[in-house]
């Protein structure tokens, strides 16, 4: 199993910025941002390929940015003018298969998770 370790969660305010951090042990081919609250499924907010094709959820399209360094093999996501709504607790994950996209089930390996709190 590939360990994913992320980082950069906390605390802010709404319109505030925080950029997440996910360090993989190794190069795949898609990698991807979700967030998940109490009670609620695991949703996609944003995937990147090796190739560094995008996609993101509606909800953060515009304010959310998905990028990796791929001599570090690290993933990013920069949020941008968060809002309350966006407060969940956030995993990266990874998927070497073929099919890319943003739903959970697709992705076998998954990191602890970075809590996002956005108070008003």
């Known amino acids: 199993q590939e360990p994913l370790v992320e980082s950069g969660g906390g605390s802010v305010q709404v319109g505030g910025s925080l950029r997440l951090s996910c360090v993989a042990s190794g190069s795949t081919y898609c990698m991807g941002w979700f967030r998940q609250i109490p009670g609620k499924e695991r949703e996609g907010v944003a995937r990147?390929?090796?190739?560094?094709?995008?996609d993101y959820h509606d909800s953060v399209k515009g304010r959310f940015t998905i990028s990796q360094d791929s001599a570090k093999n690290t993933l990013y996501l920069q949020m941008n003018s968060l809002k309350p709504e966006d407060t969940a607790m956030y995993y990266c994950?990874?998927?070497?298969?073929?099919?890319?996209?943003?739903?959970?089930?697709?992705?076998?390996?998954w990191g602890q998770g970075t809590q996002v709190t956005v108070s008003s």
């Open positions: 990147i390929t090796s190739r560094g094709t995008t």
């Open positions: 994950a990874t998927n070497s298969g073929t099919v890319c996209s943003l739903w959970a089930a697709q992705f076998p390996f």
